[in-house]
């Protein structure tokens, strides 16, 4: 696992929060269990970010190298303009699912999208990025209350099934030309109901089912992540197999032309984000690239699922705020260059279940490198906002200096 650590140009102050947006209109306890998704949802101000405006034109004759065919060798250090206009993009997707998604636990329509696939990008200002939404996805969280909590609990409590993003295709004749293939998007919003929260506390690892790791049982990921991936109830599909039909569909409809799949989340999303793209790899023998792109995730799995993501060739670019805590969660990690254990003790202490792998390539961000953010708390190191705020104004590794312009 490789990172870069990056220094900002000179930031300015953004974290003004409006009270008006996306509040909960309810129960004081519903306001601070999502007090982190709130944040979240609120959007950035591009303006503050260094975007050159050109990069996003240069982009055709080299996307595969800005989607990780060679796992972005050179593109880190200095932060290539093309490929963070491309990582701020595929924010403002996530960015989306948090803004269709229904906080009010008193509505309706809570955990649900408040608007239908038709408009849903247009209702979150994406109406002209040359998408459009093709899949609702759903997740259901596999935890069972007691009997007893039925009664006893509010229903937005023990609400199960929830609205968690959506899969969009890129269907423009220009942007296509502009991207030089057609990009599909999987986007995915963070953890915003209680019975998530509970999936997200099942942090011991688990193996991965026959049908997503054919090849061997080694492979093992978070137990919470991969039932809010796999559960189903009655005729609710699981999100898995809502995933494999439209990634099907899709695959199918668009056979002879350029295809890339893009995967991307924050927090619980990056995660199931990571598990998305492994499954579509391991389903699909002749799958276009797969790349994740993913902010403020946690730990997934093992070293074996790294391994297996790395034979299948999935991509992952993993955005990280080193001052945001989620990120190191859950469980721990043994460096193999530098664990002078035995290989008897190391065997016992991975028998635990809490020994995690760091997946992917990582872009190492710091709070404390922007003044208006060293003294943030941990929900404002976590938020979304801050993350893509870090990256628009991200420079270069600490050993080069900053931009002539900063």
Not at 266 to 276: F, I, N, Q, R, V
Not at 284 to 292: I, R, S
Request: proline content about 4%; overall charge positive; aromatic content about 8%.
């Amino acid at each position: 696992m490789k990172h870069v650590t990056g220094i900002l140009r000179p930031c300015n102050a953004f974290l003004t929060i409006n009270p008006s947006q996306h509040t909960l209109r309810s129960r004081k306890s519903s306001t601070k269990i999502n007090a982190s998704v709130k944040i979240a949802a609120n959007s950035w101000d591009s303006e503050q970010c260094f975007v050159n405006p050109k990069a996003g034109k240069l982009i055709r004759h080299k996307w595969m190298e800005f989607q990780g065919i060679n796992d972005w060798e050179g593109l880190l250090d200095p932060l290539d303009d093309c490929l963070r206009a491309e990582i701020l993009r595929y924010g403002e997707f996530v960015e989306a699912a948090y803004r269709c998604f229904d906080f009010d636990t008193s509505s309706l329509g809570y955990a649900m999208c408040k608007y239908p696939k038709c408009s849903m990008l247009t209702q979150c200002g994406m109406g002209k990025k040359g998408y459009k939404v093709t899949k609702s996805l759903y997740a259901t969280c596999g935890v069972h209350l007691p009997d007893w909590a039925d009664h006893r609990i509010p229903n937005w409590v023990s609400n199960q099934f929830s609205w968690i993003g959506y899969v969009a295709v890129c269907n423009d004749k220009n942007e296509i030309a502009r991207l030089g293939r057609r990009d599909v998007v999987i986007a995915y919003r963070g953890t915003a109901t209680c019975m998530e929260w509970l999936e997200n506390l099942r942090a011991t690892l688990t193996s991965l089912p026959a049908d997503m790791s054919p090849d061997s049982c080694e492979p093992m990921v978070q137990s919470g992540f991969l039932s809010l991936y796999t559960s189903s109830r009655g005729r609710r599909s699981s999100l898995q197999d809502s995933i494999r039909e439209e990634i099907d569909r899709i695959l199918h409809k668009y056979a002879d032309e350029p295809l890339s799949i893009t995967v991307t989340g924050h927090s619980l999303g990056a995660a199931l984000a990571t598990l998305t793209a492994h499954d579509i790899t391991t389903t699909f023998k002749h799958a276009p690239l797969v790349t994740v792109v993913s902010f403020g995730g946690p730990r997934v799995g093992n070293k074996s699922f790294r391994c297996e993501l790395e034979k299948s060739g999935t991509k992952v670019l993993r955005i990280v705020n080193c001052d945001d805590p989620i990120t190191k969660v859950p469980g721990f990690v043994l460096e193999e260059n530098t664990t002078k254990t035995s290989n008897w003790l190391q065997k016992r202490v991975e028998d635990t279940q809490w020994v995690y792998a760091e997946i992917g390539k990582e872009l190492k961000l710091s709070s404390r490198d922007c003044p208006h953010l060293s003294n943030g708390n941990v929900a404002t190191c976590h938020d979304l906002k801050t993350y893509l705020h870090l990256v628009g104004n991200l420079v270069s590794s600490s050993s080069c200096p900053l931009r002539a312009t900063a």
